[in-house]
């Protein structure tokens, strides 16, 4: 079975400032692993994914996580915040099974301070 | 691509009624999935169907039902509406084989409000 843990419900950071948000993932069998976000009155949008290929994996808007297996860890980064990028953020994990469900985190909801 | 597109958007109703919410996938996707997001539970997968058929189903109560027509349209239907039924409910459709076939689109939700 798999799970996330997303650290932190809401995280704050000032514009231009470092992103740092956390993700732990279990899983019994090699994951696939997202990142989504959300706008409000919105749907998710991917962000980026993890799927074998390399271990860092480069997103939209500039966004990058790193999958560490020793860890268990796939957490997000922007190295410079914008305003624009307030949103809420899901990381989710699925097994590579086609017919696999895919789990979400509880979300952690993203504040820019001016 | 159109993308996803969900109907209603928005829908009151009060206790006990039913109520079907309808999801239009991306053409070509075949698998429609279903979850229920509020804010203390996040996001919380209900079924998923393929090519008619339900394959996945979460922890939800019988009162919560689906199904997908030949197109791949898909509904989902709740009865006896309870208040803590009021959600955003998003579907979301992927591909079917291919790199990129675990990749969910979702649309907008509809917001159900349960009085």
């Known amino acids: 079975a798999q799970s996330v843990t997303q650290l932190g419900s809401h995280v704050s950071v000032s514009e231009g400032a470092l992103v740092l948000l956390r993700c732990n993932y279990s899983?019994?069998?090699?994951?696939?692993l997202f990142w989504y976000v959300q706008y409000p009155n919105q749907g998710l949008q991917l962000l980026l994914k993890?799927?074998?290929?390399?271990?860092l994996v480069k997103g939209i808007n500039g966004f990058e996580a790193e999958f560490k297996k020793s860890e268990t860890s796939f957490h997000l980064t922007k190295p410079s915040a914008h305003m624009s990028d307030a949103a809420e953020y899901f990381c989710?994990?699925?097994?590579?099974?086609?017919?696999?469900?895919?789990?979400f985190g509880k979300g952690t909801r993203l504040h820019i301070l001016p | 691509k159109a993308g996803v597109t969900q109907t209603p958007r928005y829908l009151i109703k009060t206790r006990g009624q039913q109520v079907t919410l309808s999801c239009s996938p991306i053409?070509?996707?075949?698998?429609v999935s279903w979850y229920q997001q509020t804010p203390g539970q996040g996001l919380q997968f209900l079924f998923e169907?393929?090519?008619?058929?339900?394959?996945n189903k979460g922890n939800f109560p019988g009162r919560f039902s689906g199904r997908q027509f030949s197109n791949s349209r898909s509904e989902m239907n709740v009865s006896t509406l309870e208040l803590g039924d009021s959600a955003l409910y998003l579907c979301?459709?992927?591909?079917?084989?291919?790199?990129?076939?675990?990749?969910?689109?979702f649309g907008p939700g509809t917001r159900l409000t349960v009085l």
């Open positions: 979301a459709s992927r591909q079917e084989g291919g790199r990129a076939y675990n990749e969910q689109f």
């Open positions: 993890y799927t074998s290929a390399a271990t």
């Open positions: 989710a994990v699925t097994a590579r099974n086609r017919d696999d469900k895919i789990i």
């Open positions: 169907y393929f090519s008619e058929t339900q394959r």
């Open positions: 899983s019994s069998v090699p994951p696939y």
């Open positions: 053409s070509g996707h075949r698998s």
